[in-house]
C-alpha cells in the first residue's frame, strides 16, 4: 500500500492521541501509525500495581476529562488503557494497528514513511514512540555473571513472580520506589539507589508537579532564573503505597553496588549480599530507531529541537518523548499544550 496524508503520526499512544485531537481540530488529513495490537500505548504493559500520581480529572488529555475510578484516588493502569480507547473512539481518530514504522526518510518536498504495511508520503511527521520499548540497563560489572533472575520494570509484573526470594530493587527514581514498595512486604528486599532517595513532599503530586515544570518553562522563555524544574523539588512522588512502606521502615536504601557475582552483588567496601532476582528501575532512553535515515541525533540520543520541532528537519516533530520536548510533555496532562504547538506550526507549514 503507497498512501498520502498531510501528516503522519507515529505512535498510539497518549502522545498521538493528543497530537491526532489537535490535528482534526485545524482538519489536517493524517493518519495515526500504531505498533500495538490494541489501544492503550504502554498503558497496557506495566506492572499490576502501577498508580497515577494525580487524580483522574488532572490526568486527562485534550477535550475529555478522564472519569474518575470508582473507588480510586489514584487510577490504576488499567483505567487508563479504558480511557485512551474511549478518548480514541470518541474522536473517531484514523488509527492504523499494528502498523510498525522502519524509516522516515526524506522523499523531495515530502517526507516518506516506511512500514510493514506500506508507505505513506506525507507534507510533516509528528514522532510519538515514547519510551518504553528501549529499557535502559547500566553496564555494571558482572551482569553475565549473575545466575538468577533479572527483569527490567518492563518486565516485572508483581510480587507473585519473586514472593519469598532475596530481591534486589535497583533505582530511586518513582518506578524503583513503587516497585520497591510493592515487594517490601513478599520478598526479602534490597533497594539500592545512586544517591539517598529524594521524597517530594506528602501532599505534592502530579498536578504541583506539572505546574512547576510549566512555570519552569515559561521562566526560561523569558530569560529569567532557571527554577531548577522538577528535579529541584525530588526524585520520588510519595503515593499512598510507598508512603505506607516508608512510614513502615520498609524503604530503606543502600548503596549502589559496584559488580555483580554469580550469587548477588558486592560493594565497594567488599560486603557481598545473595539475590536471587535483580530487578533494574534505571529507565528509558527515546525510541527514535525509525528516524535514523535523516540522520538528526544529537547528544545522549536526543533529536536537537525547538519546542518538538526537529532543528534540523522542520516537516519533523517529535512529541511526548520528556521535558526536551515540552514541559512535562510525557505525561498524560502535560502532553496536551506540545500537542497543540505541533499541530499549529505544521498547519502553518503546509499552508
Request: proline share 7%; charged share 20%.
Amino acid at each position: 500500500m503507497s498512501a498520502p496524508a498531510d501528516v503522519v503520526v507515529i505512535g498510539g499512544g497518549q502522545a498521538g492521541l493528543a497530537a491526532g485531537y489537535h490535528l482534526r481540530r485545524l482538519g489536517l488529513d493524517f493518519v495515526i501509525l500504531d505498533g500495538q495490537e490494541s489501544p492503550g500505548g504502554a498503558w497496557r504493559h506495566t506492572w499490576d500495581s502501577l498508580r497515577l500520581f494525580s487524580p483522574a480529572a488532572y490526568s486527562s488529555l485534550p477535550g475529555r476529562l478522564m472519569p474518575p475510578q470508582p473507588g480510586e484516588t489514584y487510577p490504576d493502569a488499567a483505567h487508563v488503557v479504558s480511557y485512551l480507547t474511549d478518548y480514541e473512539q470518541r474522536y473517531g481518530l484514523p488509527v492504523h494497528r499494528p502498523v510498525r514504522v522502519t524509516g522516515v526518510h526524506r522523499d523531495g518536498e515530502l517526507l516518506r514513511v516506511e512500514t510493514d504495511s506500506g508507505t505513506w508520503r506525507t507534507g510533516a511527521v509528528i514522532s510519538a514512540t515514547g519510551t518504553w520499548s528501549r529499557p535502559f540497563v547500566p553496564a555494571v560489572p558482572g551482569r553475565t555473571e549473575f545466575r538468577g533472575l533479572q527483569l527490567h520494570t518492563v518486565e516485572y509484573r508483581g510480587p507473585r513472580d519473586v514472593a519469598g526470594q532475596k530481591v534486589i530493587v535497583v533505582g530511586g527514581g518513582n518506578s524503583g520506589a513503587q516497585i520497591a514498595a510493592d515487594l517490601a512486604y513478599d520478598a526479602h528486599l534490597t533497594w539500592v539507589t545512586l544517591r539517598e532517595p529524594r521524597y517530594l513532599a506528602d501532599d505534592i503530586d502530579g498536578r504541583a508537579l506539572f505546574d512547576h515544570a510549566t512555570a519552569r518553562r515559561r521562566a526560561l522563555d523569558e530569560g529569567r532564573t532557571d527554577t531548577g524544574g522538577v528535579a529541584s523539588l525530588g526524585d520520588v512522588v510519595a503515593v499512598p503505597p510507598v508512603r505506607a512502606a516508608r512510614d513502615a521502615g520498609l524503604l530503606k536504601a543502600q548503596p549502589m553496588f559496584t559488580r555483580l557475582t554469580a550469587s548477588g552483588v558486592e560493594w565497594s567496601d567488599g560486603m557481598t549480599g545473595d539475590a536471587d532476582a535483580i530487578i533494574w528501575c534505571t529507565g528509558f532512553r527515546p525510541a527514535l530507531s525509525h528516524l535514523a535515515p535523516l540522520g538528526l541525533r544529537g547528544p545522549r540520543g536526543h533529536i536537537p529541537t525547538t519546542g518538538t520541532r526537529a532543528v534540523g528537519e522542520p516537516r519533523l516533530h517529535l512529541l511526548g518523548y520528556g521535558d526536551w520536548t515540552g514541559p512535562a510533555s510525557a505525561t498524560l496532562i502535560g502532553v496536551g499544550r506540545p500537542a497543540r504547538e505541533a499541530a499549529r506550526q505544521i498547519a502553518d507549514l503546509l499552508r
